[in-house]
């Protein structure tokens, strides 16, 4: 399912999930004269959904009024048919990692962690250090928090909302400050909840990590829904924006000029950086039929065929454009 547009004038309801676990409708949110929120309609279900956007695009707040921590002024959050900010027991099945600190000092990762377990009632004495393991934290898991670096403390904060076993997770940029093998680390383990069944959405301005870990995207502008759906789906959505396609041959100026008769191309550039032709066309399919019989007639070898705005990044500059 994919939309491109905003506010509540999607069509057929596209940014709705099939198994929704997460139901935001008609939402807005403002704070004095700032709309943070503006008739937001979408949904998440079981799996990794991402949640992008630019700074000011509403994305904590989203977070913050599913998880019940903000009202909404118009429209209704339901998590699994409830109101997160009027039912109690909406946060025994759901937990909010935020991006911003809300540790307390002095504690240590171990503490941390078995106070959240005790705050939920968990009856399993071995869950703290079980939801430790699962985020590589239990070798330090005796050290304070507050010494912590940016990325353990994050790892910390998961571990916490790991531990109360929830069905709904919310992670607000949870990769920040992580090295490269622990954003691998997460990315797995959010891979695993999600492939789970349990509703795991994470906000992320790394849009290649969640290119990984999503097989869902929603992306959010000025408070609004600006595209929801799969990111080749959305892309194809796209169709009266060009797309460009790199090709390599080992004949490119012979195939640059037979490319040019063909009416699914806009226009052909030489990319001396690529060693390649850079193709510019809004018919992306016939494009790919045409391709390689052309080339198969002219008797020119394809190197490499490769789209060069297929890609979450791409697709978020041009949402942004």
């Known amino acids: 399912m994919t939309a491109i547009g905003g506010g509540s004038g999607i069509v057929n309801d596209p940014a709705f999930a099939d198994d929704a676990t997460v139901e935001v409708a008609d939402v807005s949110v403002w704070f004095g004269p700032k709309v943070a929120l503006s008739e937001l309609s979408c949904s998440f279900g079981p799996g990794v959904t991402g949640l ?14 599913m998880t019940g921590l903000v009202g909404v ?12 900010r009027r039912d109690r027991q909406v946060h025994g099945r759901m937990a909010l990692v935020p991006e911003d600190e809300a540790v307390p000092a002095g504690l240590t990762a171990r503490q941390l962690v078995r ?3 005790d705050l939920f009632g968990v009856t399993d004495p071995e869950a703290p250090d079980k939801a430790l393991h699962s985020v590589a934290m ?28 929830p069905q709904v997770l919310v992670l607000d940029e949870p990769l920040n400050g992580a090295d490269p093998v622990q954003r691998l680390h997460l990315i797995d383990l959010f891979k695993q909840l999600g492939a789970s069944g349990r509703t795991v959405i994470v906000s992320s301005h790394v849009l290649n990590e969640v290119e990984r870990m999503a097989e869902r995207v929603i992306v959010l502008m000025h408070g609004r829904l600006a595209a929801a759906g799969g990111r080749h789906a959305i892309r194809d959505a796209m169709d009266d924006r060009p797309r460009h396609v790199l090709v390599r041959s080992d004949d490119g100026r012979r195939l640059a000029a037979a490319l040019i008769a063909l009416q699914s191309v806009a226009g052909v550039t030489f990319d001396s950086s690529r060693d390649g032709l850079v193709i510019q066309t809004v018919q992306a ?37």
């Open 285 to 321: 399919r016939e494009l790919a039929i045409a391709l390689p019989r052309l080339a198969r007639d002219a008797s020119i070898r394809l190197l490499e065929v490769r789209a060069l705005d297929d890609s979450l990044e791409s697709l978020f500059r041009e949402l942004v454009r």
């Open 115 to 117: 106070y959240t377990a």
């Open 73 to 84: 002024n118009q429209g209704t959050v339901r998590i699994e048919g409830r109101d997160p």
């Open 52 to 65: 992008l956007g630019p700074n000011g695009a509403g994305k904590t707040t989203l977070m913050r009024a």
């Open 138 to 165: 239990l070798d330090v898991a005796d050290r304070r928090v507050d010494g912590f670096s940016k990325g353990m403390r994050q790892r910390t904060k998961v571990a916490a909302a790991l531990v109360t076993d």
